[in-house]
């Protein structure tokens, strides 16, 4: 070979080795700009093409209306906390949604869910780059997290999965850093995440006796050694994690004179005689959750983490904090998985709720890496790391690629946009073409409420929503009544009851409103200037 180009060869590759020790001192922040860019193009191209797919899930819009109510509804205040729903991720929207535009178009979800998901990434980073010592694989598992498109599109939403899969990377980051360097501070720190999870969603009330266990244990060791002030530090960290779940259980008993209101409501996370849920039966509940896991992670991740999750070579101790910090951040999952099985929550083939396996992301996300590593360790080709790198970054592309396989999360989430739904936006819009002023009934189940108020850009404040049977009756005082009322003829459970009574009344409405819209769904009637005339002798009854 000509000597020029033997020259040529080693500046080339001189310049690519000076660009990798280049590359490798940037991880942290190439990691962020990686993953905020994904996030805010994805945000951007989902939103041009539908300005209510943030906003899909219905419990996304039960999410944002709730933190507004804060201030702005009937009856504002603190009360708003309300029940079934754990109050920190309202109100750490509050702020956000004080801003109609961020309110009404649900651009606050993604103004708290992208930062939540990339510092759980930079987490994951810094724990699989302490537990393997190399930065290249610790960037690729926070690559394998912070890129799943389902986990993008949950960033887009208001909903309380990417607050609570920050908060729990967060106790797990911390109890290393204890683990590591000793110091009781972390300790704190963790325990703080811990009260703040549980505050968010109960997958997170697993982690309260784990962490409780780790520092009673700690603090009967101390104490058997005479260091009593320590050891009672370390008791105090245990009785601190269950402030959350503390706090939650007071609050019911405050407001409803029931610790436990929280599991016998009608939307609540326990089966309740409002729900008619049905306990599925546990192998088809495995065997779902195991589809889930699968479709949305790709076998050749759950393999590595699985590879990456048996016993390291090292010492006792470096085993045993390995061993604890995955426990950690499993034990949501296994929460998730056990609320399935006693029939709290229901999954089915068709993807409804199959983002609460999401809450394995963690869990998957350190076990792949310390399953890259070993990998890396034992395969020293670059053609052999090369076609492990794309295996493991193939499933996103199908994802996005693949109808078949398609986007979990996005398509259980468009999924619950229903005629029902879509109807409710067009009552909302006709709502704000004729709206002067005054206050609104809505009578529509609360599902529907929620969507016409956000379609309506009106202030909540305007509205009254009858969900309630005790509240189906004020006719005889009507004309004193809401200026305006939206009827919804689709009924849902809780709301067959007193629809039916009103639109059973029909001619009755007349006598002091008029209809402003009406078609096979809605009916948007406005009150009369004056009383009309007497009452008709024969009510219509609307079909």
Excluded at 317 to 326: I, K, M, P, T, V
Excluded at 378 to 383: E, N, T
Excluded at 515 to 534: C, D, K, T, V
Aim: positive net charge; proline residues 5%.
């Amino acid at each position: 070979m000509p000597r020029g180009n033997i020259d040529t060869q080693r500046d080339t590759q001189r310049r690519l080795d000076s660009l990798m020790v280049h590359v490798r001192e940037k991880e942290l922040p190439l990691l962020i700009i990686l993953l905020a860019a994904v996030y805010c193009i994805a945000g951007i191209v989902i939103y041009r093409l539908d300005h209510h797919a943030f906003l899909y899930f219905g419990d996304a819009a039960s999410h944002i209306v709730r933190a507004r109510q804060f201030f702005d509804s009937q009856r504002p205040g603190f009360h708003n906390i309300g029940t079934v729903w754990l109050p920190l991720p309202h109100l750490i929207l509050l702020p956000l949604v004080a801003f109609d535009a961020l309110f009404y178009s649900g651009i606050a979800g993604p103004m708290i869910g992208i930062p939540c998901l990339v510092g759980t990434a930079l987490l994951l980073f810094l724990m699989v780059r302490r537990i393997t010592g190399s930065p290249a694989v610790a960037f690729l598992s926070a690559c394998l997290f912070g890129l799943n498109p389902n986990l993008v599109y949950m960033a887009l939403t208001p909903m309380n999965e990417t607050i609570l899969l920050f908060l729990v990377a967060f106790g797990g980051y911390a109890m290393m850093q204890w683990h590591v360097s000793g110091r009781n501070v972390w300790l704190w720190t963790s325990a703080a995440a811990v009260v703040l999870a549980c505050l968010c969603r109960y997958e997170a009330w697993l982690l309260v006796p784990l962490l409780s266990l780790i520092c009673g244990a700690q603090g009967r060791v101390l104490w058997q050694r005479g260091e009593r002030a320590a050891s009672a530090r370390l008791f105090a960290i245990a009785g601190v994690c269950w402030l959350g779940i503390a706090f939650w259980l007071s609050w019911n008993y405050a407001e409803y004179h029931d610790p436990l209101f929280f599991s016998r409501w009608t939307y609540a996370v326990a089966a309740g005689h409002g729900q008619a849920n049905i306990r599925q039966a546990p192998l088809d509940v495995l065997a779902i959750f195991g589809t889930a896991l699968l479709v949305i992670f790709g076998p050749v991740l759950l393999l590595t983490a699985l590879w990456g999750a048996l016993p390291f070579p090292g010492t006792h101790s470096a085993q045993l904090h390995r061993g604890l910090l995955l426990l950690f951040l499993g034990l949501p999952a296994v929460f998730a998985l056990a609320a399935i099985l006693a029939g709290f929550v229901q999954v089915d083939h068709w993807r409804w709720n199959w983002r609460y396996v999401l809450t394995a992301s963690l869990f998957l996300s350190v076990a792949a890496g310390m399953g890259i590593s070993r990998f890396s360790g034992r395969v020293h080709s670059a053609l052999g790391r090369s076609v492990g790198l794309v295996s493991l970054f193939a499933m996103p592309l199908v994802q996005l690629l693949l109808p078949d396989v398609g986007v979990a999360t996005f398509d259980d989430a468009r999924r619950s946009v229903n005629d029902e739904t879509r109807f409710a936006v067009v009552a909302g819009e006709h709502l704000r073409g004729i709206y002067t002023d005054g206050s609104i009934a809505l009578l529509t189940g609360y599902g529907q409420a929620q969507r016409l108020m956000l379609s309506s850009g009106l202030p909540l404040k305007q509205f009254h929503i009858m969900y309630n049977p005790a509240e189906q009756d004020i006719l005889g005082s009507l004309e004193h009544s809401e200026r305006y009322l939206v009827i919804a003829k689709d009924r849902t459970v809780e709301s067959a009851q007193f629809i039916d009574s009103w639109l059973s009344r029909r001619d009755e409405l007349l006598r002091y409103y008029t209809i402003r819209f009406e078609n096979g769904h809605h009916i948007l009637l406005e009150r009369l200037p004056s009383p009309a005339s007497p009452a008709i002798e024969h009510p219509g009854r609307v079909p």
